[in-house]
């Protein structure tokens, strides 16, 4: 209310002095005039500036604490996304955004746009013309990040000042970050069946006249425990010694499953990273797939962790699941869902007449018909689904509602054959079509957090790509730069 009573007395007061028609009343306010206008034009085009320069600031923080953290993690630099010349190579890193979770940048000087920032109409040209490049240097063991754009003044051009340039710079050490959110992560992984198989599928080789394996092929299962056995050493070394009370800040624990949660190989959420590495080493690739129940021990294990980080330390965590699998739940059964425009229907139908011809005896039936059955009654349109499907995915949106961030990673499901490596007990391959991928796709999509967090690993690389990808985020979300 302030504000707008100012407001109407500096609009009074002009409106005093340009109706006043003595000369000195007039050439005052005719100078005046401009001296203010000029004042806030100049106030406006310094305060885009100044918004500007603020969120440059917070990309190059962000960036450079991305690196260190990277570099600090694994002990290198990211590899390369981009040629010498910075051409794209194709593959993960075609996408600036995607190898390894973080650039490197060293080759090519990248845009803001490019990186998923976004800036305001107040810079000229938007995020597109926000440059931002990044300096790895081992010798100081530091990242060093410069971000730098234009804005394009209004009232300024009038004095030939066409744009404001901006910059912002941000230097981290491989070292120096400290933790300021705690944090829960769970993992949630497939120890089915075939997890035995290879990560890539076969090629048909023209000189052979064969179907052959492709070059590092692995089964997938030794994949698994590698790189998830990398992931959670990563945390470890960034959570550091945990045994004082001040400085548990971290909780982990695993679930791993086929038809059901393999309570053997799983640990329960705690304060030791190390209990969880010590598990991944004893998955073992068996039995069929069912995602349901491990699913719902994550929605209870992570509501409780509020309560556990609070009765430490006063705070709420960050949460965290990482669910990947390698296909479709193959068990638990069936449901039905009522959908519009299937051309499937359930309902009841006659299974037995007596010798009159009436019927004496009614069974539920699927149908396939454009219309609504003549016959029977009680019809509904939809389809079946997968029970474990409908009940993981109602998990996963019960963790979302509740705060929980989860990662899902589908694995090895590129179309082809794949050889089991003698699971069945005998040589033989397996095929994956396009319909199996799409589904199973389409059900770790659904229950990721988000587009951004659903992640594909064709083959082992890029399971390592996505577990590095996955870290590289967490570790940004509770890790900040030391003062």
Same mark, same amino acid.
């Given at each position: ?248 800040? /971290?909780?982990?624990?695993?679930? =791993?499953?086929? %038809? ?5 190989? +799983?640990? $329960?959420?705690? *304060? ?7 598990? /991944?080493?004893?998955?073992?690739? =068996?039995?069929? %797939? ?5 699913? +719902?021990? $994550?929605?209870? *294990? ?182």
């Amino acid at each position: 209310m302030q504000a707008v009573f100012e407001f109407e007395k500096l609009r009074d007061l002009l409106r005093h002095f340009r109706k006043n028609e003595d000369g000195n009343i007039a050439l005052t306010f005719a100078i005046s005039s401009v001296a203010v206008m000029g004042c806030m034009g100049a106030a406006m085009d310094f305060s885009t500036l100044s918004n500007a320069e603020s969120r440059s600031q917070a990309i190059a923080d962000q960036i450079a604490l991305n690196a260190a953290i990277f570099v600090k993690t694994y002990g290198r630099q990211p590899r390369p996304a981009v040629g010498t010349e910075g051409g794209s190579t194709g593959g993960a890193g075609s996408n600036p955004s995607s190898d390894e979770g973080y650039l490197d940048k060293s080759f090519k000087t990248y845009s803001a746009d490019e990186l998923g920032y976004e800036f305001k109409g107040w810079v000229d040209g938007g995020a597109e013309n926000v440059d931002v490049s990044i300096t790895y240097d081992d010798a100081n063991g530091e990242a060093r990040v410069l971000v730098k754009g234009k804005t394009k003044p209004t009232f300024l051009q009038v004095l030939g000042h066409q744009n404001l340039n901006f910059e912002a710079e941000a230097t981290a050490k491989y070292s120096e970050y400290d933790f300021y959110d705690p944090a829960s992560v769970l993992m949630v992984l497939d120890n089915s069946g075939s997890m035995a198989f290879d990560d890539k599928p076969k090629y048909f080789d023209l000189t052979t006249g064969d179907w052959e394996d492709q070059p590092n092929t692995e089964p997938r299962i030794d994949a698994l425990i590698r790189h998830s056995t990398n992931f959670y050493t990563a945390l470890e070394k960034v959570a550091g010694d945990q045994t004082a009370t001040n400085k548990k800040i /971290l909780r982990t624990g695993m679930l =791993s499953y086929n %038809t059901g949660t393999l309570s053997a190989r +799983s640990v $329960a959420m705690n *304060w030791s990273v190390r209990s969880s590495l010590n598990s /991944l080493n004893n998955m073992v690739a =068996s039995g069929g %797939t069912n995602s349901a129940p491990s699913l +719902s021990t $994550a929605r209870s *294990w992570m509501s409780g962790e509020n309560k556990k980080h609070q009765n430490m330390h006063g705070q709420d965590p960050l949460k965290f699941v990482i669910f990947m699998s390698d296909g479709l739940n193959t068990s638990g059964g069936s449901t039905w869902i009522k959908e519009d425009g299937t051309g499937q229907w359930y309902g009841l139908r006659c299974t037995k007449t007596n010798k009159r011809g009436w019927c004496r005896q009614y069974g539920y039936d699927t149908v396939e018909s454009d219309t609504k059955p003549g016959f029977g009654y009680g019809w509904e349109e939809g389809k079946w689904g997968s029970t474990a499907d409908i009940s993981s995915i109602a998990d996963c949106n019960a963790m979302k509602e509740d705060e929980v961030t989860i990662y899902t990673i589908g694995f090895a499901l590129s179309e082809g054959r794949y050889d089991t490596n003698g699971y069945f007990g005998y040589e033989t391959d397996e095929q994956i079509d396009t319909e199996t991928r799409d589904k199973a796709y389409s059900f770790l999509s659904q229950c990721a957090s988000s587009p951004e967090t659903f992640l594909t690993a064709e083959n082992a690389s890029e399971l390592e790509e996505a577990f590095e990808r996955i870290g590289s985020d967490i570790q940004t979300e509770i890790i900040r730069l030391s003062n």
